[in-house]
C-alpha cells in the first residue's frame, strides 16, 4: 500500500495511518455548539449576508463587495484617526505616530481595492448602471468625516445626509471641531513655536489654508531636527500620511476613468472631471512648501 506523507493533513484517508500531532489540527476544537466560533466573533452571518445584488448582472456582486471592504477600511482609518487626535491633545505623540502610520498603510489597502475594480469593463458596468439609481461613493459619510477630519472642510457637503438625522449630526461635528492638522498647529505654539492667534482661532468649518506662521515653525522642525525630533517625526508621518490619500485619490479617478470614461456620475457629480479637480487639493500644505524654502 502506497504510503502517504504526514506533512499532508488529509493524507490518512489513503491509509490506514492515524494523524499525528505534526499535522497541527489534531487538538483543535472541532465542536462549537457551546462556545463561540471564529464566524460568532465577526458576525460573519451578517456580514456576508449584506449583498443584494439588484441587476441580473454577474459582475454587480464585485461592485457591491468593493465598497463594502472600503467602507470598513475607512471605518478602521476613522477609529486610528480619531484615537491618534486624542493623543495629540494628551501631547502622547509615539501612540499617535504609531496610529498615523496605520492609518497610511489603511490607504494602501484602499489603493489595491481599485485595482480589483478595474477588472469590470465599461460594457459590464453599463449593465449593471441603472440599478444604481442615484447611489454614489460621494455620499459616503465615512470617506465626508475623513476629509473633514484631514482639513478638507465643505459645509455644503452635509445636505446629502440631510435626511438622516444621526448622519448628518455625526458628520456636522466633524465639520466643527479641530481637524487633525489643526491639533498639531496647536500643538506646535505648545511647544513654544509663535503660531500666529489667529491660526489658532480660526473658523473650524473652512478648509485649511496656507500660513506662514505655520510655515516658519515647520522649517525651524526640518532645520533643527534633533531638537524636535517629536515634532519632526509628526511632519513626515502627516506627509506619509497625505502622500497615501494622494494615491487613493489617484487610483480612484484612474479607475473612473477606465469604466466609464468622462459620463456624468451616478450622484449627479460630473465624474472624472470632478476627480481629477480634487487631486489639487493639498492637505497640509504648509509641510510641502517648506520642502522648497529649505
Known amino acids: 500500500m502506497t504510503q502517504i506523507s504526514s506533512g499532508c493533513p488529509m493524507g490518512y484517508g489513503a491509509s490506514d ?8 489540527w489534531h487538538d483543535a476544537k472541532l465542536d462549537f455548539s457551546d462556545a463561540m466560533s471564529y464566524g460568532d466573533y465577526l458576525s460573519l452571518d451578517s456580514i456576508l449576508s449584506a449583498q443584494h445584488p439588484l441587476s441580473p448582472d454577474h459582475n454587480e456582486m464585485l461592485f457591491i463587495v468593493q465598497h463594502q471592504t472600503s467602507e470598513l477600511w475607512m471605518k478602521l482609518a476613522l477609529y486610528e484617526l480619531r484615537a491618534a487626535l486624542a493623543a495629540v491633545q494628551r501631547d502622547e505623540l509615539p501612540p499617535a505616530f504609531k496610529m498615523l502610520a496605520r492609518v497610511s498603510r489603511i490607504f494602501e489597502q484602499l489603493v489595491q481595492a481599485w485595482s480589483v475594480l478595474s477588472t469590470m469593463t ?14 454614489s461613493g460621494f455620499q459616503s459619510h465615512q470617506y465626508r468625516q475623513i476629509e473633514f477630519l484631514l482639513g478638507n472642510k465643505n459645509e ?17 461635528a466633524t465639520l466643527e471641531a479641530p481637524s487633525f492638522y489643526d491639533e498639531v498647529i496647536r500643538l506646535l505654539a505648545r511647544r513654544g513655536f509663535p503660531i500666529a492667534p489667529e491660526r489658532l482661532n480660526r473658523d ?9 506662521s505655520v510655515e516658519a515653525a515647520w522649517l525651524k522642525v526640518y532645520q533643527e531636527p534633533s531638537q524636535n525630533w517629536e515634532l519632526y517625526e509628526m511632519a513626515e508621518e502627516l506627509v506619509d500620511l497625505e502622500d ?13 476613468e477606465r469604466i ?6 451616478t450622484g449627479g457629480t460630473n465624474g472624472a472631471p470632478y476627480l481629477r479637480k480634487m487631486l489639487d487639493v493639498v492637505l497640509f500644505p504648509e509641510l510641502w512648501h517648506v520642502r522648497t524654502v529649505l
Open 244 to 256: 497615501a490619500f494622494r494615491q487613493w485619490r489617484f487610483r480612484h479617478v484612474t479607475t473612473v
Open 204 to 212: 473650524f468649518t473652512q478648509p485649511t489654508t496656507h500660513d506662514a
Open 122 to 135: 465599461p460594457s459590464e458596468y453599463t449593465a449593471m448602471r441603472p440599478y444604481l439609481g442615484a447611489s
Open 156 to 172: 455644503q457637503m452635509l445636505k446629502p445626509y440631510a435626511h438622516r438625522e444621526a448622519v448628518l449630526a455625526e458628520v456636522q
Open 17 to 24: 495511518q492515524q494523524p499525528s500531532k505534526e499535522e497541527g
Open 260 to 265: 466609464i470614461g468622462f459620463k456624468q456620475g
